[in-house]
């Protein structure tokens, strides 16, 4: 635990001006990202007694060991600032919206010939029609599926469009009139575009002009005595009711607009948004925080917007946007939405009428969803703590594993061998710390010997990492080379350029753990002990669990740590365990099975995917292949002569693969090697693997 008075400013090195601030642990690693109107008051603020602070403020401020900041010209540079640092470093302290998934739009692809209509997530794309979002995707769906009676606008994927068309029938969609079945020329791409657009109307509120259509259509035909007609008039005007009844109209004024309600405690906090869109409620989604210093709700407010329009532009956000609180300032936020807009945003509370009635609705989801996460979360983060704290007394560690690595050896008879690092912190995955090893130190096999060398090798780069960072002496300058006289950055950059490789890309041995794992007994524990002792690094606990009886294993004991069946820590354990080794035998397996389908042309270089499958079609096997003169490959389209001669070499060189045989009659299938659909090699590909093999894999 750091005392924050060994890093404090001197008086008056923090300028009085905005800017944005991060916190550093002693690895570097930024832990807290804030903005600040003035840098010197805000500062201040986490340099008091430590008994007056919030009690998670407390915890960032002792975890911490270095603090800087950049100062900007105004609050609105501040919050986009602060915005993409938190993106990008993912602080641990900061505010962050769990359950923030992608949620889904109702789509219109206009920009193409026939526009098909879809469920997407993610990035909007140029020349789509979005409406939305909505909570689940059977919600689109649902409302989809009765709104295709009347506009049969095409929904099928673009490799189901082009079968329909070579074979001239359209799908089971187009056979009962969901469709109007353009794959084959029942309407042509003007007439589709126009039900495309009539379509989008309809989603976009403009209801009441096709309902009196169809209705006097409707009157019409029985008045001509046309009564099947009628019928399915009448059928599709109840089909279109129904899905307006689905997203009844809120707000008489047609507003386009985002209600956000925020429920909390001292601990946590809920977020509910209602999307309402053309006066009704599009879509609702919801996000749960843990309050990580004492915040108001105007702060909270701002988070959320921050996190909800932060990669939003266009009409993606809406001309009005009503919340329970304004940030303070109110001005940079509405000034930064406007320019994520490109027009005016207005950011208000609303104080009477309907929109104040819908705003008390998304007020109490709010609460609700709040209450709904306490019952389900509080137990699990009790539980979490609960078993790292377990952890720590079982191992006699000096405070909880606030991250743990764990490895697992995996390989096929000693085929293969690869190996597998994990990583939890706080008690969760951390999928993005994830690595994965080939072993290269020797072939066979040997678990201990492998996790000799995986450790080695993971913790070698550490140190690295640790050295060329300037961590290895006390006084190592860092703080110089990252501040000048008065506390500012350098440059913009610095810091972010050394939490990564020269590549550009995030260091991936940066941060050591508090406890090593591995997937094994004493002689694996011993290994990786011994690896650690080698480098030096005894500052890193070491424990292995047994698959047999589930035991603990400590480095120079004799007999296992044994823990109760209940313990929370031992499950911990297990789910580590279990996870290094679904990491390793998916590695495993994705390695052998490329190794399977590795053919001759695989050693061509230069030779891509696409050039394979355009010689395997050309010649129609390898054997063939092989026959041909470097005229005949150069007939292939993108086959040069050089091309063609390294081909025509490689081909030479590689003996001809074995016929393929059936296993049952010890027919031979073929006398020419197969076509392969990957393209890479033409030999015959087994659909399993021997009986003796199968069981055996690690």
Same mark, same amino acid.
């Given at each position: 635990?750091?005392?924050?008075?060994?890093?404090?400013?001197?008086?008056?090195?923090i300028?009085?001006?905005?800017?944005?601030?991060r916190?550093?642990?002693?690895?570097?690693?930024?832990?807290?990202?804030?903005?600040?109107?003035?840098?010197?008051?805000?500062?201040?603020?986490?340099f008091?007694?430590?008994?007056?602070?919030?009690?998670?403020?407390?915890?960032?401020?002792?975890?911490?060991?270095?603090?800087e900041?950049?100062?900007?010209?105004?609050?609105?540079?501040a919050?986009q600032?602060?915005?993409?640092?938190?993106?990008?470093?993912?602080?641990?302290?900061?505010?962050?919206?769990?359950?923030?998934?992608?949620?889904?739009?109702?789509?219109?692809?206009?920009?193409?010939?026939?526009?098909?209509?879809?469920?997407?997530?993610?990035?909007?794309?140029?020349?789509?029609r979005?409406?939305?979002?909505?909570?689940?995707?059977?919600?689109?769906?649902?409302?989809?599926?009765?709104?295709?009676?009347?506009?049969?606008?095409?929904?099928?994927? @673009?490799?189901?469009?082009?079968?329909?068309?070579?074979?001239?029938? *359209?799908?089971?969609l187009?056979?009962?009139?969901?469709?109007?079945?353009?794959?084959?020329?029942?309407?042509?791409?003007?007439?589709?575009?126009?039900?495309?657009e009539?379509?989008?109307?309809?989603? !976009?509120g403009? =209801?009441?002009?096709?309902?009196?259509?169809?209705?006097?259509?409707?009157?019409?035909?029985?008045?001509?005595?046309?009564? $099947?007609?009628?019928?399915?008039?009448?059928?599709?005007?109840?089909?279109?009711?129904?899905?307006?009844?689905?997203?009844?109209?809120?707000l008489?004024?047609?507003?386009?607009?985002?209600? &956000?309600?925020?429920?909390?405690?001292?601990?946590?906090?809920?977020?509910?948004?209602?999307?309402?869109?053309?006066g009704?409620?599009?879509?609702?989604?919801?996000?749960?925080?843990?309050?990580?210093?004492?915040?108001?709700?105007?702060?909270?407010?701002?988070?959320?917007?921050?996190?909800?329009?932060?990669?939003?532009?266009?009409?993606?956000? *809406?001309?009005?946007?009503?919340?329970?609180?304004?940030?303070?300032?109110?001005? *940079?936020v509405?000034?930064?939405?406007?320019?994520?807009?490109?027009?005016?945003?207005?950011?208000?509370?609303?104080?009477?009428?309907?929109?104040?009635a819908?705003?008390?609705?998304?007020q109490?989801?709010?609460?609700?969803?709040?209450?709904?996460?306490? =019952?389900?979360?509080?137990s699990?983060? #009790?539980?979490?703590?609960?078993?790292?704290?377990?952890?720590?007394?079982?191992?006699?560690?000096?405070?909880?594993?606030?991250?743990?690595?764990?490895?697992?050896?995996?390989?096929?008879?000693?085929?293969?061998?690869?190996?597998?690092?994990?990583?939890? $912190?706080?008690?969760?995955?951390?999928?993005?710390?994830y690595?994965?090893?080939?072993?290269?130190?020797?072939?066979?096999?040997?678990?201990?010997?492998?996790?000799?060398?995986?450790?080695?090798?993971?913790?070698?780069?550490?140190?690295?990492?640790?050295?060329?960072?300037?961590?290895?002496?006390?006084s190592?300058?860092?703080?110089?080379?990252?501040?000048?006289?008065?506390?500012?950055?350098?440059?913009?950059?610095?810091? =972010?350029?050394?939490?990564?490789?020269?590549?550009?890309?995030?260091?991936?041995?940066?941060?050591? *753990?508090?406890?090593?794992?591995?997937?094994?007994?004493q002689?694996?524990? @011993?290994?990786?002990?011994?690896?650690?002792?080698e480098?030096?690094?005894d500052? &890193?606990?070491?424990?292995?669990?047994?698959?047999?009886?589930?035991?603990?294993?400590?480095?120079?004991?004799?007999?296992?740590?044994?823990?109760?069946?209940?313990?929370?820590?031992?499950?911990?354990?297990?789910?580590?365990?279990?996870?290094?080794?679904?990491?390793?035998?998916?590695?495993?397996?994705?390695?052998?099975?490329?190794?399977?389908?590795?053919?001759?042309?695989?050693?061509?270089?230069?030779?891509?995917? #696409?050039?394979?499958?355009?010689?395997?079609?050309?010649?129609?096997?390898?054997?063939?292949?092989?026959?041909?003169?470097?005229?005949? &490959?150069?007939?292939?389209?993108?086959?040069?002569?050089?091309?063609?001669?390294?081909? !025509?070499?490689?081909?030479?060189?590689?003996?001809?693969?074995?016929?393929?045989?059936n =296993?049952?009659?010890?027919?031979?299938?073929?006398? $020419?090697?197969?076509?392969?659909?990957?393209?890479?090699?033409?030999?015959?590909?087994?659909?399993?693997?021997?009986?003796?093999?199968?069981?055996?894999?690690?």
């Amino acid at each position: 635990m750091a005392d924050p008075s060994s890093y404090r400013p001197r008086p008056g090195e923090i300028p009085d001006s905005p800017g944005v601030y991060r916190f550093r642990d002693e690895h570097r690693r930024v832990i807290y990202v804030g903005k600040a109107k003035s840098l010197r008051q805000r500062l201040a603020n986490y340099f008091q007694d430590l008994a007056n602070l919030h009690p998670r403020t407390r915890s960032m401020v002792t975890t911490a060991a270095s603090v800087e900041w950049t100062v900007v010209s105004t609050e609105v540079e501040a919050l986009q600032l602060e915005y993409s640092w938190i993106k990008e470093y993912d602080p641990r302290f900061n505010v962050k919206y769990r359950d923030d998934k992608s949620y889904p739009y109702l789509a219109v692809t206009m920009n193409e010939e026939f526009p098909r209509v879809q469920v997407m997530r993610g990035h909007k794309k140029k020349g789509v029609r979005y409406f939305g979002p909505y909570a689940h995707a059977w919600a689109i769906r649902d409302t989809v599926d009765l709104l295709l009676r009347v506009f049969p606008v095409r929904t099928c994927s @673009a490799g189901v469009f082009k079968n329909a068309a070579r074979t001239g029938r *359209p799908c089971l969609l187009g056979y009962i009139g969901k469709c109007s079945a353009p794959c084959v020329g029942r309407i042509s791409p003007e007439d589709h575009q126009e039900l495309a657009e009539e379509f989008c109307d309809f989603m !976009a509120g403009r =209801t009441g002009t096709y309902l009196r259509r169809l209705e006097k259509q409707m009157m019409q035909a029985a008045e001509d005595m046309e009564y $099947e007609r009628a019928a399915r008039l009448r059928d599709d005007i109840e089909a279109l009711k129904k899905a307006m009844e689905k997203n009844a109209v809120v707000l008489a004024d047609a507003t386009d607009a985002d209600l &956000i309600a925020v429920a909390e405690d001292e601990l946590e906090a809920a977020v509910q948004i209602f999307h309402v869109r053309g006066g009704r409620v599009r879509g609702q989604r919801g996000w749960v925080t843990d309050k990580v210093e004492e915040i108001t709700t105007g702060a909270l407010v701002e988070h959320a917007l921050q996190q909800l329009y932060g990669e939003e532009t266009g009409d993606a956000v *809406p001309k009005e946007v009503l919340v329970p609180a304004l940030p303070e300032p109110v001005e *940079p936020v509405q000034e930064w939405l406007t320019g994520r807009r490109g027009a005016n945003v207005s950011l208000r509370i609303p104080q009477r009428g309907d929109k104040k009635a819908l705003m008390e609705t998304v007020q109490r989801n709010a609460q609700q969803a709040l209450a709904l996460h306490k =019952t389900k979360r509080a137990s699990d983060l #009790t539980t979490r703590s609960r078993a790292l704290e377990e952890i720590a007394e079982a191992l006699d560690l000096d405070s909880a594993p606030l991250r743990i690595e764990c490895y697992d050896i995996s390989h096929l008879q000693g085929d293969d061998v690869v190996a597998s690092m994990v990583v939890f $912190e706080d008690g969760l995955q951390r999928k993005s710390e994830y690595r994965r090893f080939q072993i290269k130190g020797f072939a066979g096999q040997d678990d201990v010997r492998s996790m000799h060398e995986v450790i080695t090798r993971r913790f070698k780069r550490y140190l690295a990492e640790k050295e060329r960072t300037g961590e290895w002496a006390e006084s190592s300058g860092t703080e110089d080379a990252l501040t000048d006289g008065d506390g500012t950055l350098t440059g913009p950059d610095e810091i =972010t350029n050394s939490l990564k490789d020269d590549d550009g890309r995030p260091k991936k041995f940066a941060y050591p *753990p508090q406890l090593v794992v591995v997937d094994g007994g004493q002689p694996q524990v @011993a290994a990786a002990r011994r690896a650690l002792d080698e480098l030096g690094i005894d500052d &890193i606990a070491v424990c292995g669990l047994a698959k047999r009886l589930e035991e603990v294993w400590l480095p120079g004991d004799d007999d296992p740590v044994v823990l109760p069946r209940t313990s929370e820590g031992l499950y911990l354990l297990q789910r580590v365990r279990d996870e290094a080794h679904r990491f390793a035998i998916t590695y495993q397996r994705t390695k052998r099975a490329k190794r399977f389908r590795a053919g001759p042309l695989d050693d061509v270089p230069g030779l891509g995917e #696409t050039r394979k499958q355009a010689l395997i079609k050309h010649f129609g096997s390898v054997k063939r292949l092989r026959s041909a003169t470097i005229e005949q &490959i150069q007939e292939v389209p993108g086959i040069g002569r050089k091309t063609a001669e390294t081909i !025509a070499a490689a081909l030479a060189q590689a003996a001809p693969a074995a016929p393929a045989v059936n =296993t049952a009659t010890g027919e031979i299938i073929d006398d $020419e090697e197969p076509d392969t659909t990957a393209g890479s090699s033409g030999e015959p590909v087994t659909a399993g693997l021997p009986d003796e093999r199968r069981g055996q894999e690690r």
